[in-house]
């Protein structure tokens, strides 16, 4: 992370975690009374995501902290909670939602934790069976090396036994994790792709090996693993290329340390397609045989789609025949022919998911 | 500026020999019209009432406003014209007096108002057209609006005469300003002789470009190959039929599977003789799973026969291929 700019709510200055970060990376702390003064300034530059990625604004979330996964109509959610640290990333993915989800997208930290363990401390009472992420709006790594956010998530999800924090992230930054004491509440989880799409879609992440060789290291110290083959990018001879990325993933991981792994083909809205062309001018995903999926967003031809899950569970299941593998935001006819059965079968995706977290994190509802 | 336009008013007005008039210089034209036989004839037949306005540069004149009178009295033979010279004027305000004498006469063509955009701009003390004159002028004074106009006149002739005559629009042509620009001249030339609508133009270049995005090939590779630089060099044959079949070329590229499955689709539901009376659509882009089965009758007999109809339907394997089968209509999709 290179930040040129780092603003500071003025609610929250003199905060130690702003000094920190002026340190870190060596600028001034910027005092604003409002959010639009740090907008204006991305706003104003020539390429305002990119320049969102260089700007930081420690500021407090005004909203929830926990919030149910959006989803989308039409196709199967996984019930998923988003734990909402913060937003946007340092990284530069083409396929980013997130490049047209802040107007204008912005590097936020928010700095009102305890009002996130209230709320965490709110959902442990429930005792219920939770699946959490921070690796909705953002990476959730990016910010270990200057925040121990993820140190603090991960103590006070091993304090209790109803909830998993899954840690999504395109990074190799787990070192500082690995001796926590963590009681498997956390699964440390990886988006994975071929090399071709990282290369030329994935500015600024680590390399397949690195994030094989984290979760690796991951796996020696306890952690539960999880993986997500999303988006999936599919064009001419992909299916070879994720065969081959299934075969490292599993020459690296034993298959009994993964919760689940999740398929899902690329996806976006609309209007992405032209910041994709305008930021991305080598990228050729905009290219696939796109069509105009139910909920307004555009996505592969159906068979298409079909082909590639099938392909690629098909390659999982013949190392791990047991794991348990979904698809995200897919409907039942897709399910039934990609992997043999619709989550209805099974109780319902967000039940399989629970279980699946339930057998590998030792999780135990008190209901 | 206004006011010392009105000065400028204080024009002299004089006969010139029109052999002191450089026609060839162009630098205040705003017309796009380069014709003037009708001119001739109102000359003739009415006398010159407006005189063109020149101004002295050198030992001549150039013209500021009336390019076609005095193409027409030098055609017409005449060795001198009456004329109002603007004196010791400056480029401004020669350029201000030629865009008001134009815009004021008749509204301006986009073409036009490009034209008259860039002069003031290149003549404007400070580079920059105040926006009162621009307003007074009745010209585009929204900074978006007026890059995208100055842009206009700079494009290749065909692009321009594409504009003129109709067939393509500002938005289109700041499409095809974007591209290289025998490209855009390809374009240009292919909706000038088949006058799709805007949405099928857009369409055409859109498939063009993803087309050779996705197979890394050159655009006017693709034009080639799916013989758009024939159509543009052969007469004859209805020209929607050519769009269409266009289209449907640049569409089977660019979307091979969908295309498939949609012919796949076709090919079944022929199989099913369903009639005029009895409609049967695919979901929209075969996403959903939801088909729509459309039933026109008038009387209560057509019921009763569409109601056996519809028994025959439902015992029809290609229909059960179509709403049950493996892949569901699209299986030559998948195994293609």
């Known amino acids: ?367 | 500026m206004a006011s010392e336009c009105g000065e400028a008013a204080a024009i002299d007005p004089r006969v010139v020999p029109l052999a002191d008039i450089d026609l060839g210089d162009e630098r205040f034209r705003i017309t796009t019209q380069r014709e003037s036989g009708d001119l001739q004839a109102s000359i003739r037949r009415f006398g010159l009432r407006t005189p063109p306005l020149v101004t002295p540069v050198g030992a001549g004149f150039i013209i500021v406003n009336g390019f076609r009178r005095v193409s027409a009295c030098r055609e017409m033979g005449w060795k001198s014209t009456p004329a109002r010279v603007l004196p010791t004027a400056s480029a401004y305000e020669c350029a201000l007096t030629a865009v008001a004498e134009n815009s004021l006469e008749r509204p301006l063509n986009l073409i036009e108002t490009s034209r008259a955009l860039n002069l003031l701009e290149q003549t404007a003390p400070e580079g920059r057209i105040p926006d009162a004159d621009a307003s007074a002028l009745g010209l585009p004074t929204h900074p978006s609006v007026a890059v995208r106009l100055k842009l206009l006149c700079r494009m290749p002739v065909d692009v321009q005469d594409g504009v003129l005559d109709g067939t393509i629009s500002f938005a289109m042509a700041c499409e095809l300003s974007r591209l290289e620009e025998d490209l855009g001249i390809a374009f240009a030339s292919l909706f000038r002789r088949l006058k799709p609508s805007l949405n099928k133009q857009r369409e055409i270049v859109s498939l063009v470009s993803e087309i050779a995005g996705r197979e890394n090939v050159d655009p006017r590779q693709v034009l080639e190959e799916c013989g758009l630089t024939q159509v543009i060099g052969s007469p004859g044959t209805d020209r929607n039929q050519q769009i269409h079949g266009i289209r449907r070329q640049l569409r089977l590229r660019r979307f091979p599977s969908l295309a498939a499955a949609e012919h796949n689709f076709f090919v079944l539901r022929q199989r099913l003789k369903l009639g005029a009376a009895l409609q049967l659509a695919p979901p929209r882009d075969f996403e959903g799973t939801g088909f729509t089965l459309a039933l026109s009758f008038q009387t209560i007999e057509e019921v009763v026969h569409l109601r056996a109809k519809l028994d025959e339907l439902i015992d029809h394997p290609d229909f059960k291929t179509l709403l049950t089968g493996k892949g569901r209509g699209f299986e030559k999709a998948l195994d293609s």
């Open chain 1, 1 to 367: 992370m290179k930040i040129a700019e780092l603003y500071v709510d003025a609610q929250l200055a003199g905060r130690p975690e702003a000094e920190a970060a002026s340190r870190r990376f060596k600028v001034p702390i910027q005092t604003v009374g409002s959010a639009q003064e740090v907008y204006a300034s991305v706003a104003a530059a020539k390429d305002p995501i990119g320049r969102g990625k260089h700007v930081l604004y420690l500021t407090r979330n005004r909203g929830a902290f926990i919030k149910s996964c959006p989803g989308t109509h039409h196709y199967t959610c996984c019930g998923y909670k988003i734990l909402h640290i913060g937003t946007f990333c340092s990284m530069d993915c083409s396929y980013c939602i997130l490049q047209s989800y802040f107007h204008p997208p912005v590097l936020q930290y928010f700095l009102n934790h305890d009002e996130m363990d209230q709320e965490l401390e709110q959902l442990f009472a429930t005792r219920a069976i939770h699946r959490l992420g921070t690796g909705e709006f953002t990476d959730s790594l990016i910010w270990e090396p200057w925040t121990h956010l993820s140190e603090r998530l991960i103590r006070k999800f091993a304090g209790q036994d109803g909830c998993v924090l899954e840690l999504k992230t395109k990074t190799a930054w787990v070192d500082s994790l690995l001796d926590l004491p963590h009681r498997r509440r956390t699964i440390l989880a990886w988006s994975l792709n071929t090399d071709e799409v990282i290369r030329t879609d994935e500015r600024g992440t680590t390399s397949l090996d690195a994030r094989l060789k984290a979760a690796a290291r991951g796996a020696d110290h306890g952690y539960p693993l999880a993986f997500h083959f999303d988006p999936i990018v599919i064009a001419d001879g992909c299916e070879a290329d994720y065969r081959r990325t299934v075969e490292r993933l599993f020459a690296a991981v034993d298959p009994r340390h993964i919760v689940w792994i999740s398929l899902g083909a690329l996806r976006f809205m609309p209007e992405l397609k032209t910041v994709i062309r305008q930021r991305f001018k080598h990228s050729r995903i905009v290219y696939g045989e796109f069509i105009g999926g139910l909920d307004g967003k555009m996505r592969y031809f159906k068979p298409l789609r079909m082909r590639a899950y099938r392909d690629i569970a098909a390659a999982i299941r013949a190392v791990a025949p047991g794991i348990c593998i979904y698809l995200c935001m897919e409907d039942d006819e897709v399910w039934e022919h990609a992997l043999g059965f619709q989550p209805a079968q099974r109780g319902g995706l967000s039940r399989m998911l629970d279980e699946a977290a339930v057998r590998q994190c030792h999780l135990s509802s008190g209901r």
